[in-house]
């Protein structure tokens, strides 16, 4: 009976260094072919010899020795679900918190229900009326924590509209009146916009306004507040 636990023991001793191997090689294989990408996790995947690899917002998946990377959606078609927009979620949700409160801007619903994050560009048609239904979002229940996400890019009018919000006395207030049109003081401070472009870039951003939920889900475009709030209700 000892013989035989010894050597159980020694099996899964085995199996765990070979886990780690292969997720070491992996980490090095995906940091030499990507090396400005930071690896938060490698895992087993649901399929034998693939592993899930987590980046940021990001899932891939991996040949055991990292040679081989997959981006793509895993399905379980049995239980008919679609397994890594699943974990994206989650992991979209980890980033945010990562991120803080600190570096959004924050609408606060007086009877806060549900909450969503809202990627926006100043000048974006739907992105202003998302803003002037504010009030809407609100009286629902729906509480805003707004970043930017400037689609002319880095150095345009838009990105720096977005850096004079943040640098304003009143936020919330310079953003509103942003949105309206109204001109702003042009100023300069330490600011989020880039981390903010950097986490809509990696969540797979293709347009403003993109709203993600408490549980992590997009929701790509404009939505109406009530339309919104039957939404976050169904989660």
């Avoid at 090095?28 to 980046?55: C, H, Q, R, W």
């Avoid at 239980?79 to 974990?87: D, L, R, V």
């Avoid at 979209?92 to 801007?105: F, S, T, V, Y």
């Avoid at 890019?153 to 509209?161: E, F, V």
């Amino acid at each position: 009976m000892k013989k035989i636990s010894h050597l159980l023991a020694l099996s899964a001793a085995i199996l765990c260094g070979q886990a780690i191997a292969d997720e070491a090689a992996i980490k090095k294989a995906i940091g030499n072919f990507m090396p400005e990408g930071k690896i938060d996790a490698v895992k087993p995947s649901e399929i034998p010899g693939l592993y899930e690899v987590t980046s940021g917002g990001n899932i891939f998946y991996a040949s055991e020795d990292g040679r081989y990377l997959v981006q793509g959606q895993l399905f379980d078609v049995q239980a008919k679900k679609n397994i890594t927009e699943a974990k994206l979620a989650g992991a979209r949700k980890a980033e945010l918190d990562k991120l803080g409160e600190q570096k959004m801007i924050i609408f606060k619903a007086e009877n806060p229900k549900h909450m969503v994050s809202v990627f926006t560009d100043i000048d974006c048609g739907y992105c202003r009326k998302l803003h002037s239904e504010i009030d809407q979002y609100l009286a629902q229940g729906i509480t805003v924590r707004y970043m930017f996400f400037p689609r002319a890019g880095k150095g345009s009018d838009s990105y720096k509209k977005a850096v004079s919000v943040w640098c304003a006395a009143d936020r919330n207030k310079a953003l509103t009146a942003a949105k309206k049109g109204e001109s702003l003081d042009s100023k300069s401070c330490e600011n989020p916009v880039d981390e903010h472009m950097a986490l809509g870039e990696a969540f797979g951003m293709n347009g403003t306004p993109m709203i993600v939920t408490q549980k992590g889900n997009i929701l790509p475009g404009y939505v109406p507040a009530a339309q919104l709030a039957k939404i976050l209700a169904s989660e």
